[in-house]
């Protein structure tokens, strides 16, 4: 049984005194090789908290590509090379509803992730009229294409299947559709190369259906939302 990505997205919901607190239970877990725990919190909080804990795994929750020098209020991906954060999260749906970020630019953003050395956690999933209309794997299949490139050799990648409308509505798909949409995103995935991918589910995760979740087949960890700001939560994982 290998190793599942467990990635808490903490989104706007903290500030730094509660950012801190659930670190600081986070700092305390012993090493597992069950779980591998990322947190994403505010962007604004990083520093203060990779700094305090040093032995915690951070990932951003998005970089953009202005560039340095004159771009006010971007967030370049020096930056965070710089201050040894590994993984940044790519494409969330509230980043591509919020900020118009489309799978072309999730493409231009993996290619400056991989060229920094960086580990992205690239997001997909469908909204409920395609998954309702039964056409959510040519949807993803689309996404694929366009953010993946077969010419490329990728080291390290996260994909996140996330469907739109179970992102905080306490809606998901069946168990069965979850581990199906995963083998499908799997062997869609053999066209390209990769040294190692793993495919995670998000959407509306938490302690009532994370150990299920988890003991699917083909999916290698999960994506948490809201339910990964509660330190009830968060120890599930020590």
């Keep these: 049984n290998t190793m599942k990505y467990i990635i808490f997205n903490w989104k706007s919901y903290l500030n730094l005194k509660e950012s801190i607190n659930l670190s600081k239970i986070i700092s305390r877990f012993k090493k597992s090789k069950k779980f591998k725990i990322i947190s994403a919190p505010n962007n604004f909080f990083h520093l203060a908290l990779s700094k305090n804990f040093k032995k915690n795994t951070y990932a951003t929750q998005n970089f953009d590509l202005d560039g340095r020098g004159a771009s006010t209020g971007s967030l370049d991906v020096s930056h965070l090379i710089e201050n040894k954060i590994k993984y940044t999260i790519i494409g969330h749906s509230e980043m591509r509803s919020n900020h118009g970020e489309t799978d072309k630019i999730v493409s231009n953003k993996l290619e400056a992730s991989i060229n920094n050395k960086l580990i992205p956690i690239v997001c997909i999933g469908e909204s409920l009229n395609i998954y309702k209309s039964k056409k959510t794997k040519n949807y993803l299949r689309s996404q694929i294409n366009t953010i993946f490139k077969r010419s490329q050799k ?73 339910a990964s700001t509660k330190s009830s939560f968060i120890n599930y994982f020590k």
């Excluded at 798909?173 to 066209?191: A, G, Q, Y």
């Design 154 to 226: 990728y080291d390290q990648i996260i994909l996140a299947y996330e469907p739109l409308w179970s992102i905080g509505t306490g809606l998901t798909p069946e168990l069965s559709e979850i581990d199906d949409i995963c083998k499908f995103l799997t062997k869609i995935l053999e066209k390209y190369t990769f040294k190692k991918i793993n495919i995670l589910y998000g959407g509306s995760v938490n302690l009532s259906n994370i150990s299920e979740i988890l003991k699917l087949q083909f999916v290698n960890g999960v994506l948490v939302g809201s």
